[in-house]
């Protein structure tokens, strides 16, 4: 009971402090609108393969002031063969800030000390576990030892100055039979310890799991200082497209769509920024038509918003 009552002291004042550091400069406006809009470079991979100066140019002369990488040590979604120091020295030129990066499992679990050397040289005050395989989440306690890894994670990283986090897709919010039926999200919220471990959002993916994320933020304020910002149109002719992020309980296909031109609701969610403690808004389409149009699109939606 002890230990209960001082996670839930730790997680209030962790969830206090965030709040009151995540506050906007627009905070006491009645019009709200995003200053800093991100992008996650997973978006523009193709291009980034072939031309990565030049891809990091056109993004910043889009108007995106923050990047997030797609994949520490990841050749087809990291730094494409530059190293660190260069990579941060392309984002200097442009005026870009890389706050956060994404690491694979693997990462977390055997490469860890160096990740952190690693974000430290390029700026990144994020790394975020995007993923856990799919035969991990269905053993026993498959679960359970990601959370342990990743209070382990966010513990070291927090000594070295960087907050570790995890991204959602939709399949965490598929009852497990190995949490009892529990959703695994609800589990994570529960048993990272949000001062060591905090949480980038899927906007998008949460959504088409059917849950609300203003829910979340009413229930765990402060939580979530990333998100990603992407769109999704509803399409029975592509009914497996995503299965492998979409989970069992989503029955209905669907595609990616530019930001502002799908069924999720930007207003609504973004009216609740400063309680979820969001300061990070990276826009993402895993499956773009032509890059560049469409980042421009989701560009100018985001940065006109009003809320």
Same mark, same amino acid.
């Given at each position: 009971?002890?230990?209960?009552?001082?996670?839930?002291?730790?997680?209030?004042?962790?969830?206090?402090?965030?709040?009151?550091?995540?506050?906007?400069?627009?905070?006491? !406006?009645?019009?709200?609108?995003?200053? &800093?809009?991100?992008?996650?470079?997973? /978006?523009?991979?193709? +291009?980034?393969?072939?031309?990565?100066?030049?891809?990091? +140019?056109?993004?910043?002369? /889009?108007?995106?002031?923050?990047?997030?990488?797609?994949?520490?040590?990841?050749?087809?979604?990291?730094?494409?063969?530059?190293?660190?120091? !260069?990579? &941060?020295?392309?984002?200097?030129?442009?005026?870009?800030?890389? %706050?956060?990066?994404? +690491?694979?499992?693997?990462?977390?679990?055997?490469?860890?000390?160096?990740?952190?050397? /690693?974000?430290?040289?390029?700026?990144?005050?994020?790394?975020?576990? %995007?993923?856990?395989?799919?035969?991990?989440?269905?053993? =026993?306690?498959?679960?359970? &030892?990601?959370?342990?890894?990743?209070?382990?994670?966010?513990? +070291?990283?927090?000594?070295?100055?960087?907050?570790?986090?995890?991204?959602?897709?939709?399949?965490?919010?598929?009852?497990?039979?190995?949490?009892?039926?529990?959703? =695994?999200?609800?589990?994570?919220?529960?048993?990272?310890?949000?001062?060591?471990? /905090?949480?980038?959002?899927?906007?998008?993916?949460?959504?088409?799991?059917?849950?609300?994320?203003?829910?979340?933020?009413?229930?765990?304020?402060?939580?979530? =200082?990333?998100?990603?910002?992407?769109?999704?149109?509803?399409?029975?002719?592509?009914?497996?497209?995503?299965?492998?992020?979409?989970?069992?309980?989503?029955?209905?296909?669907?595609?990616?769509?530019?930001?502002?031109?799908?069924?999720?609701?930007?207003? &609504?969610?973004?009216?609740?920024?400063?309680?979820?403690?969001? #300061?990070?808004?990276?826009?993402?389409?895993?499956?773009?038509?032509?890059?560049?149009?469409?980042?421009?699109?989701?560009?100018?939606?985001?940065?006109?918003? #009003?809320?």
């Amino acid at each position: 009971m002890r230990c209960m009552n001082r996670r839930k002291f730790i997680g209030t004042s962790v969830a206090a402090a965030t709040l009151a550091a995540a506050r906007p400069s627009w905070a006491a !406006d009645s019009i709200h609108h995003i200053d &800093r809009v991100g992008i996650q470079l997973y /978006t523009v991979r193709a +291009a980034m393969k072939t031309d990565f100066e030049g891809t990091i +140019a056109k993004v910043a002369a /889009t108007g995106y002031k923050e990047v997030e990488f797609a994949g520490l040590f990841d050749p087809k979604g990291g730094y494409f063969g530059r190293s660190p120091r !260069d990579v &941060r020295a392309i984002l200097d030129q442009n005026g870009l800030a890389a %706050p956060s990066a994404h +690491a694979g499992y693997d990462v977390v679990d055997k490469r860890w000390p160096e990740a952190l050397e /690693t974000a430290k040289i390029v700026g990144h005050s994020y790394i975020i576990c %995007p993923w856990i395989d799919e035969k991990q989440r269905s053993q =026993p306690g498959g679960w359970k &030892r990601a959370a342990n890894l990743f209070n382990k994670a966010g513990e +070291a990283s927090k000594k070295a100055g960087i907050q570790f986090g995890y991204h959602n897709h939709s399949f965490e919010f598929d009852p497990a039979l190995s949490l009892d039926g529990k959703l =695994p999200y609800d589990f994570f919220l529960a048993e990272l310890n949000p001062e060591f471990v /905090t949480m980038e959002l899927d906007l998008c993916w949460i959504s088409v799991a059917g849950k609300d994320p203003v829910a979340y933020f009413e229930k765990y304020p402060g939580r979530f =200082p990333l998100v990603h910002v992407k769109d999704w149109i509803k399409d029975a002719s592509t009914p497996s497209a995503y299965q492998g992020a979409m989970g069992q309980s989503v029955k209905f296909g669907g595609r990616m769509a530019d930001v502002g031109q799908g069924s999720v609701d930007w207003k &609504r969610i973004f009216a609740h920024s400063e309680q979820a403690g969001i #300061q990070h808004y990276f826009v993402e389409n895993d499956d773009p038509k032509s890059a560049f149009d469409d980042i421009k699109i989701s560009y100018d939606y985001l940065h006109s918003l #009003q809320f």
